[in-house]
């Protein structure tokens, strides 16, 4: 399997990596976040732009990307505009969706993007594309926050931001009992084990799937998502805290 390298971080080598979602709605609190972030034990920030209140003003999200990049100095930063109907903050035309993520790839300024992969495959082919020509990371994203499909489907769903060229397939779900944890489990085991030849993403979201998100490095998760503040998504827990378990599970999985 290959691997991700983001300004140094390598991605699927070693115990999961850390994100930390960054989800202010005015400039001034996005900054302020950004320049929180470093006491915190992360390897990667995450700007939910679909918070920022002026999101769809191309010049204003550039501008605050481009002070974002600077807050953040070599910490790797993906930039992320979460719809609504997978759990975002607010809806977005296609077409502003295409220049939005268009913009932000050839901005120089994000080192990965986050790409919605059933946004239709023209679109987020395209998207893919420019992020790569631009030199940047996709992460290819699914989520579901009504249930969790059986395993064949969300095998399927990973397998498919692969084929679309996704560098980091991922996969988020709402589990309605523990039978649900499991399933995502042994997705994403079954996922690195047959077909995936790059570090994917999966989590079992609320705090039912918390667990999710401290066993990756067991079932083969590469990315997990803590807390700096606010959540992003239900079941994420402070940075801290995760990189304590994080750590932990992978000196004991070292003795093996």
């Known amino acids: 399997m290959k691997t991700v390298t983001l300004r140094g971080v390598e991605i699927g080598a070693g115990a999961p990596k850390v994100i930390v979602p960054i989800v202010g709605r005015t400039r001034a609190y996005i900054l302020a976040q950004a320049a929180g972030l470093a006491a915190l034990p992360l390897d990667m920030a995450e700007w939910r732009a679909d918070f920022y209140e002026d999101v769809l003003d191309l010049n204003k ?68 594309g420019a992020v790569h020509a631009a030199g940047g990371a996709v992460v290819g994203s699914s989520h579901d926050h009504r249930g969790t499909p059986p395993r064949e489907e969300l095998t399927a769903r990973l397998r498919k931001a692969q084929e679309l060229g996704a560098d980091l397939p991922k996969l988020a779900v709402m589990p309605q009992s523990p039978d649900d944890v499991l399933t995502l489990l042994g997705a994403t085991q079954e996922m690195v084990r047959r077909w995936a030849d790059r570090p994917v993403i999966t989590m079992s979201m609320a705090p039912l799937g918390t667990v999710s998100r401290l066993c990756g490095e067991v079932f083969g998760s590469a990315m997990t998502f803590g807390t700096a503040g606010q959540a992003s998504a239900p079941g994420q827990i402070p940075a801290e805290e995760l990189r304590q378990v994080l750590d932990i599970l992978h000196r004991a999985l070292g003795e093996q």
């Open 61 to 128: 999200t550039l501008d605050t990307l481009k002070a974002l990049r600077a807050a953040l100095g070599d910490l790797p930063l993906l930039f992320t505009f979460r719809t609504r109907r997978e759990g975002g903050e607010r809806e977005i035309s296609p077409e502003d969706y295409r220049a939005l993520n268009l913009a932000a790839a050839r901005s120089g300024d994000a080192d990965a993007v986050d790409v919605e992969i059933f946004s239709g495959d023209e679109l987020v082919r395209q998207i893919i």
